[in-house]
């Protein structure tokens, strides 16, 4: 009954609208003057009016209500409300040339509303004032929101092949808007869009912020959709990118309440030291194969990174954790370092300021803090660029990589292993794992793991200083541990807990002059075990080939290199080696008679090869090896 009643008003208002149109008389543009229309009079709420000739130009500085509103000049015409102007209408629609201008005084009430819909089919531009409108359809539309305060309220906007345009405005357009190939550009604006917990979506559209900054609640981005923002801020409680939607933030400030997700083909890129935040249970999620690229990019986020099925996060340039950030990996996903990351084992604080100076002065003063990675599954972290102040957490699947790199004030965990390709530098950190060596390992830190060598352990570049709480097997042919003497406070230690295996490799010292000072000694290696092969494989170089008169001592746990004497004149090299030990008194026997014996044979030695410069030690503990 009641829906009986309602039809039967509406067609009783629709038989009573009458229709008024525009006359369009020579220099007469007031919408009150009577002769302007073909009623000779005002427009009244019950009427429909219709402008529609070319060049119309209609003046509104007045409230007017009426039924509806057509407005369709072919040509240039245009519809301005101005001051205290107002329209209110059921319905309206705009089309051709038609031009709807509005620079209105209203603070609170709406310069244009439309109670039902409103369907603009060509141009709206706004300086002051809102459009309050029930539906609003944009199509293939030109919107310009310039040099003023504007807001456009409807319960769904729906943009289709149109163009917005804002430019030094603040503007807020609200509720749910959907964008169907158009665009929306903004320079040195603010705009919000307030969708009230409802979603918009974007779909084939590009949506571009200039030196301006966007707010809004959630959005989706489907197709090849595009949000790029260039020294923009942009806020949010939620952002998806479907399909091969793209995102990129150049010298931008982004932050999000709740979800950052792509499962796009494109990748999400941050650049030139933009800014990425978010609030506490805030997640930036990566799943289905998609990528997340931070360059040059300060990390402020209270959430996680979590990645899945197969999607990859990538670093290059500097990336500035500003808060502590944990990292979840799982189904085969991958971390990459492209650039150099956190370069600040060489020069912290001139690369804090450059991140200063050219992003956020949110960086002055802050300490780096710590991005924990965790490796779940087949999920993989690769790196070839420096890492600082990092923890990785790897499962019993994951593969961590490293090549070519300086760690940094870091703590790798692993139970499945890491690998080293190249050269690795450790500073002040720590690999409990296992590890693979095939490039080159030195700098100070701890390996709380078994180490294959197949590379280089040490380095003949600097000194290095490093504990191995396991074991060190060096079974390949080209593998070495290399030790660099400087002097006798700089020279480089090796600590191995457990065995010590050098079935095919060797041990190469290299001794600086500065260290061949008589009776110098430097323990090189100490370990848990060894097999003969520790000793016999050490090969030892002085700087500038200077024959030196030199002891290696062992007590079966350690090698220790004595300098005795240096020689001006060439001498022939010498390899030989004994350690000597009395345990009760038989032992005691056996050893006297060996060291007569040896005394005996060197001393024969000695006066066959006295010009050689080979020298016993007086203590009998051991036998020199002069070079």
Not at 135 to 155: T, W
Request: a negative charge.
């Amino acid at each position: 009954m009641q829906r009986s009643i309602i039809f039967i008003c509406v067609l009783i208002a629709i038989a009573n609208a009458t229709e008024v149109s525009w006359v369009n008389n020579a220099n007469q543009y007031n919408f009150f003057t009577p002769n302007n229309w073909n009623v000779n009079r005002t427009p009244v709420r019950d009427d429909n009016v219709n402008i529609s000739p070319n060049n119309a130009y209609v003046y509104v500085n007045a409230p007017s209500a009426i039924n509806s509103l057509t407005f369709d000049s072919p040509v240039n015409g245009t519809l301005v409300i101005t001051g205290s102007g107002k329209i209110t209408t059921n319905n309206a629609v705009l089309n051709n040339s038609a031009t709807l201008y509005i620079d209105s005084s209203l603070k609170s009430a709406p310069a244009f509303q439309s109670n039902s819909s409103t369907t603009l089919l060509s141009k709206l531009q706004i300086k002051t004032g809102s459009i309050d409108t029930g539906y609003f359809n944009m199509m293939s539309a030109k919107v310009d929101l310039i040099n003023g305060n504007q807001k456009i309220n409807s319960n769904y906007i729906n943009v289709v092949n149109s163009n917005i345009r804002q430019v030094s405005s603040n503007s807020e357009i609200k509720f749910a808007t959907r964008f169907l190939g158009s665009n929306l550009e903004s320079i040195s604006s603010i705009l919000n869009s307030n969708n009230k917990g409802l979603v918009s979506t974007v779909h084939s559209s590009n949506l571009s912020f200039t030196s301006s900054a966007f707010q809004t609640d959630n959005y989706m981005m489907f197709e090849n959709s595009k949000i790029n923002l260039v020294a923009s801020s942009m806020r949010f409680r939620s952002l998806s990118l479907i399909d091969s939607g793209i995102f990129t933030a150049e010298a931008s400030s982004v932050s999000f309440d709740k979800l950052f997700h792509t499962q796009s083909d494109n990748t999400i890129t941050f650049k030139k030291f933009s800014t990425l935040q978010s609030s506490t249970g805030a997640d930036f999620v990566a799943t289905y194969r998609s990528s997340i690229y931070l360059e040059n990019t300060i990390l402020m986020m209270n959430g996680r990174f979590v990645l899945k099925d197969r999607s990859v996060l990538s670093f290059g340039g500097l990336v500035l954790p500003l808060t502590p950030i944990r990292i979840v990996l799982s189904d085969y996903a991958k971390v990459q370092y492209k650039g150099f990351f956190n370069n600040l084992f060489h020069s912290n604080n001139i690369l804090a300021d450059q991140a200063a100076s050219e992003s956020s002065e949110a960086v002055q003063n802050r300490e780096l803090s710590t991005l924990t990675f965790e490796l779940n599954d087949n999920a993989q972290f690769e790196s070839d660029q420096n890492l600082n102040n990092i923890n990785i957490i790897g499962g019993e699947k994951s593969s961590i990589t490293l090549s070519n790199l300086v760690l940094s004030n870091s703590s790798i965990v692993s139970s499945n292993g890491l690998v080293i390709n190249s050269n690795v530098v450790l500073n002040e950190s720590t690999i409990s794992s296992d590890v693979t060596n095939t490039g080159s390992i030195s700098g100070s830190g701890v390996i709380s793991g078994n180490l294959e060598n197949q590379g280089t352990l040490g380095s003949f570049d600097t000194v290095s200083k490093i504990v191995i709480e396991g074991s060190v097997n060096s079974a390949d042919p080209n593998s070495k541990i290399a030790i660099l003497v400087n002097s006798n406070t700089d020279y480089t230690q090796i600590q191995v807990s457990q065995s010590l295996t050098l079935a095919q490799g060797v041990v190469v010292v290299k001794v600086s002059s500065a260290a061949l000072l008589e009776n110098n000694e430097f323990q090189l290696i100490s370990y848990g075990s060894g097999e003969q092969a520790v000793t016999d494989n050490i090969v030892v170089e002085f700087e500038n080939n200077q024959q030196v008169n030199y002891t290696l001592v062992t007590d079966g746990s350690s090698v220790s290199l004595k300098v005795n004497k240096a020689h001006e004149e060439p001498v022939t090299k010498s390899v030989l080696f004994i350690s000597l030990m009395s345990v009760g008194a038989g032992v005691a026997a056996i050893t006297a008679l060996i060291v007569g014996a040896l005394i005996i044979r060197n001393k024969r030695i000695k006066a066959k090869q006295a010009d050689k410069g080979v020298k016993l030690d007086d203590n009998n503990s051991s036998i020199d090896i002069s070079q």
